[in-house]
């Protein structure tokens, strides 16, 4: 018990750092300054720096098939399950600290010397699962292909990310996305009315923070929602 504890924590420290300064800024000597254990510790748990990056990206990864089965399962149309989940991964990858880590190592990934998960892969897979849902129970609009618009709705969401990273931390995601789906929705749904569906959806997924409230806090460790899978 006492070393999975120890494993966790270091993990967590090293997530922290990886977030703040990326793979080639940190060193073992900087885990072991932030976690207080040993560098002989941190070996002994992680052989070495790639390691512990892909116990990182594994655990990004590992976070959301429980989540995913979760919307998936629920008791609601097919696009609003989408919508739903698209906003609690958002939330994840804005407030766990893990979940920010394993995405920006991978994008480092050439920098690592140890292959790690393709990412986006499964993703595409349970957006064409949902989308086909969708199609089936009449939800989306007859010219839509659900395989080819699940590589494209992908694409947007992490692009999205990608910007909104950039810009300001992902503080505004919500509302980012929230957009995104307005002009998606638009072409996806059989008789459009992006507004009530994304209403809907924020009556039972309400966003983590009131739009003036304190931004959440990207530095302490934390965990996503659920378990990431080469999501």
């Given at each position: 018990?006492?070393?999975?504890?120890t494993?966790?924590?270091?993990?967590?420290?090293?997530?922290q750092?990886?977030?703040?300064?990326?793979?080639?800024?940190?060193?073992?000597?900087?885990?072991?300054?932030?976690?207080?254990?040993?560098?002989?510790a941190?070996?002994f748990?992680?052989?070495s720096?790639e390691?512990?990056?892909?116990?990182?990206?594994?655990e990004?990864?590992?976070?959301?098939?429980?989540?995913?089965d979760?919307?998936?399962?629920?008791?609601?149309?097919?696009?609003?399950?989408?919508?739903?989940l698209?906003?609690?991964?958002?939330?994840?990858f804005?407030?766990?600290?893990?979940?920010?880590?394993?995405?920006?190592?991978?994008?480092?990934?050439?920098?690592?010397?140890?292959?790690?998960?393709?990412?986006?892969?499964?993703?595409?897979?349970?957006?064409?699962?949902?989308?086909t849902?969708?199609?089936?129970?009449?939800?989306?609009?007859?010219?839509?292909d659900?395989?080819?618009?699940?590589?494209?709705?992908?694409?947007a969401?992490?692009?999205?990310?990608?910007?909104?990273d950039?810009?300001?931390?992902?503080?505004?995601?919500?509302?980012?996305?929230?957009?995104?789906?307005?002009?998606?929705?638009?072409?996806?749904?059989?008789?459009?009315?992006?507004?009530?569906?994304?209403?809907?959806?924020?009556?039972?997924?309400?966003?983590?923070?009131?739009?003036?409230?304190?931004?959440?806090?990207r530095?302490?460790?934390?965990?996503?929602?659920?378990?990431?899978?080469?999501?």
């Amino acid at each position: 018990m006492q070393a999975e504890l120890t494993r966790r924590a270091l993990l967590e420290t090293a997530a922290q750092l990886f977030d703040e300064r990326g793979y080639a800024g940190t060193s073992i000597s900087d885990i072991s300054t932030l976690s207080g254990r040993t560098s002989g510790a941190i070996y002994f748990h992680y052989a070495s720096k790639e390691k512990l990056a892909l116990a990182v990206v594994e655990e990004h990864f590992a976070s959301w098939p429980r989540l995913i089965d979760r919307h998936r399962s629920a008791d609601r149309p097919a696009l609003e399950k989408l919508v739903g989940l698209s906003f609690t991964v958002a939330r994840a990858f804005r407030d766990d600290v893990v979940v920010r880590a394993g995405s920006r190592l991978w994008m480092e990934h050439k920098a690592i010397a140890t292959p790690l998960p393709t990412p986006f892969v499964d993703w595409i897979g349970v957006v064409a699962e949902l989308l086909t849902e969708a199609h089936a129970h009449g939800e989306l609009a007859t010219a839509v292909d659900p395989v080819a618009a699940a590589h494209s709705v992908v694409c947007a969401f992490f692009g999205l990310h990608t910007i909104s990273d950039a810009l300001d931390g992902r503080e505004h995601i919500e509302e980012r996305l929230h957009e995104l789906w307005l002009l998606l929705l638009g072409a996806l749904q059989a008789d459009p009315d992006p507004a009530a569906l994304l209403d809907r959806v924020r009556a039972d997924h309400p966003p983590a923070t009131a739009p003036d409230g304190p931004a959440p806090d990207r530095t302490a460790p934390g965990r996503a929602e659920a378990e990431p899978s080469r999501l």
